[in-house]
T-cell receptor, first 112, second 114 residues
Framework: GENVEQHPSTLSVQEGDSAVIKCTYS??????FPWYKQELGKRPQLIID?????GEKKDQRIAVTLNKTAKHFSLHITETQPEDSAVYFC???????????FGTGTSLTVIP | EAGVAQSPRYKIIEKRQSVAFWCNPI?????LYWYQQILGQGPKLLIQ????????DSQLPKDRFSAERLKGVDSTLKIQPAKLEDSAVYLC????????????FGQGTRLTVV
């Protein structure tokens, strides 16, 4: 089955700086890569996703890049704000059944 | 649209007892997932349904866990008997049928086994 690895496990940045979270996946059949944000005690919520036919996608301060050859994808948050503090999960899904396999999460702290 | 509903929100049981969780997905979502999220870890897929059929239950500990989705809508996940290591948040999610469709999560049920 799919194995998704995520780094770093914790990340602290100053407000206004950028944050980058990286994930790798093992199954070359994976073709959909969502990123979820989970605030303490709340449900995971989708913040951005990318499909394998696209190399980069941007939504305001958030961007995701995908390198299919290397099997890795990254989340980039620019101009970080305190409300960006949360746990972020990457996931990979294959075209065989839409199962989602999650990374271990990155706890992001934005220091005011 | 209304979100994924789960109940109960919290449950504390003793080891070897049984427990059941309920999930009502977003209306029209044929695909339903149950995930186990242990503190500090990412969600781990336990079982995936499409309508009332099982798509993937390869990571479900079938000796103690069971799940059903009899009418293709609501689903229940049961643990019997519970072990200490089952303490986790159990998340239900649903999505439209198809590859690359967003999964919407419920609030989860936090289970503590003592």
């Amino acid at each position: 089955g799919e194995n998704v690895e995520q780094h770093p496990s914790t990340l602290s940045v100053q407000e206004g700086d950028s944050a980058v979270i990286k994930c790798t996946y093992s199954d070359s059949a994976s073709n959909y890569f969502p990123w979820y944000k989970q605030e303490l005690g709340k449900r995971p919520q989708l913040i951005i996703d990318i499909r394998s036919n696209v190399g980069e996608k941007k939504d305001q301060r958030i961007a995701v890049t995908l390198n299919k050859t290397a099997k890795h994808f990254s989340l980039h948050i620019t101009e970080t704000q305190p409300e960006d503090s949360a746990v972020y999960f990457c996931a990979a899904s294959s075209n065989t059944g839409n199962q989602f396999y999650f990374g271990t999460g990155t706890s992001l702290t934005v220091i005011p | 649209e209304a979100g994924v509903a789960q109940s109960p929100r919290y449950k504390i049981i003793e080891k070897r007892q049984s427990v059941a969780f309920w999930c009502n997905p977003i209306s029209g979502h044929a695909t339903l997932y149950w995930y186990q999220q242990i503190l500090g870890q990412g969600p781990k897929l336990l079982i995936q349904f499409q309508n009332n059929g099982v798509v993937d239950d390869s990571q479900l500990p079938k000796d103690r866990f069971s799940a059903e989705r009899l009418k293709g809508v609501d689903s229940t996940l049961k643990i019997q008997p519970a072990k200490l290591e089952d303490s986790a948040v159990y998340l239900c999610a649903s999505s439209w049928v198809g590859v690359g469709t967003e999964a919407f999560f419920g609030q989860g049920t936090r289970l503590t086994v003592v």
